[in-house]
């Protein structure tokens, strides 16, 4: 268990509508980071933020948008839900963005869009 | 473009060694990492080369050779639950945006 929660674990929707996921990071860890992973790819890079503020984005589609909140924890909201959506969904939390730093994964939201 | 090239199986005999190579095309890069994801698991942190060279943590040792665009993780002693997928990825220095290779899937025979 890495400390980092995700909700939900599972979500199931239909083409066109909304859905939110939700990332507590580990106590002390102010860096937040949003992966989208594929069947079969690898981990895309969506977007990071830091205390609160964005600090580096990805290839996240403009029907994508995430936000972190002042008690640290980050929500990625995803629109207009396409077939091609379908995936896991990790968050991943460090100290503070440091380079080295290891990243604490969550163990995913799987959306699965209809 | 920035990509990290993993070859995308490897396997290897329990008790044996394994490197997993990973080579990059990108215009700069703070350093490279590697990490560790079972099926239906997150991934997990292994290592982290910010300078050339070798690192080594137990089992696994990361390498690190920036002149030759290249790294690799070497892991010794091969186990059964070594078998799993291992990604290579760096932050981009001019950018911050992080890049991970598409994933080594390791099986380990007995």
């Known amino acids: 268990d890495s400390g980092v929660t995700q909700t939900p674990k599972h979500l199931i929707t239909a083409t066109g509508q909304r859905v939110t996921l939700r990332c507590s990071p580990r106590s002390g860890d102010l860096s937040v980071y949003w992966y989208q992973q594929s069947l079969d790819q690898g981990l895309q890079f969506l977007i990071h933020y830091y205390n609160g503020e964005e600090r580096a984005k990805g290839n996240i589609l403009e029907r994508f948008s995430a936000q972190q909140f002042p008690d640290l924890h980050s929500e990625l909201n995803l629109s207009s839900l396409e077939l091609g959506d379908s995936a896991l969904y990790f968050c991943a939390t460090d100290q503070d963005g440091g380079l080295g730093n290891e990243q604490f994964f969550g163990p995913g939201t799987r959306l699965t869009v209809l | ?110």
């Open chain 2, 1 to 110: 473009g920035q990509s990290l090239e993993q070859p995308s199986e490897v396997t290897a005999v329990e008790g044996a060694i394994v490197q997993i190579n990973c080579t990059y095309q990108t215009s700069g890069f703070y350093g490279l990492s590697w990490y560790q994801q079972h099926d239906g698991g997150a991934p997990t942190f292994l290592s982290y080369n910010g300078l050339d060279g070798l690192e080594e943590t137990g089992r696994f040792s990361s390498f690190l050779s920036r002149s030759d665009s290249y790294g690799y993780l070497l892991l010794q002693e091969l186990q059964m639950k070594d078998s799993a997928s291992y990604f290579c990825a760096v932050r981009g220095s001019r950018d911050d945006k992080i890049i991970f290779g598409k994933g080594t899937r390791l099986h380990i025979l007995p």
